[in-house]
């Protein structure tokens, strides 16, 4: 099946009707800290800002969809009975996590994306751990 959003046009998800996983590929990306799991254990602070810059950035096509169009194509995933959705870019999501996820990438469809870091954080990054090297 074709995930709800995606970075190519050859990507594809894969629902099991049996244990009702869906495998979602690039939808609902977010961070976490460290080896986190499942969504329910993540830091909700990092979780919920990481969200709509990790999905947006993966999928910035999302800004120029018709929403009505993509709400039926979203549809499709979002009926299915799912008990968990695993994704390529985010912990497990279960339970009320699920629709939670599900009307937080709606939300993102006509939005502008979030700009990417650019030079000044690259540098930052490469100083700090350059710092990190040198003290260990």
């Given at each position: 099946m074709r995930p709800p959003l995606f970075d190519s046009p050859a990507t594809r998800g894969l629902y099991d009707p049996i244990t009702r996983v869906?495998?979602?590929v690039d939808t609902f990306g977010a961070l976490v800290q460290g080896a986190v799991l499942e969504a329910d254990d993540a830091d909700p602070v990092l979780y919920e800002q990481s969200f709509a810059m990790l999905n947006q950035w993966n999928t910035p096509w999302l800004e120029?969809?018709?929403p009505a169009r993509f709400a039926g194509h979203f549809a499709q995933t979002?009926?299915?009975p799912l008990d968990a959705?695993?994704?390529a870019h985010g912990?497990?999501?279960r339970g009320d996590r699920i629709a939670q996820s599900f009307a937080a990438t709606q939300a993102l469809v006509g939005q502008p994306v979030m700009a990417t870091p650019g030079q000044p954080m690259l540098e930052q990054l490469l100083a700090a751990f350059s710092d990190r090297h040198a003290a260990a």
């Open positions: 869906l495998w979602a120029w969809v018709d979002a009926s299915l959705v695993a994704s912990p497990v999501l």
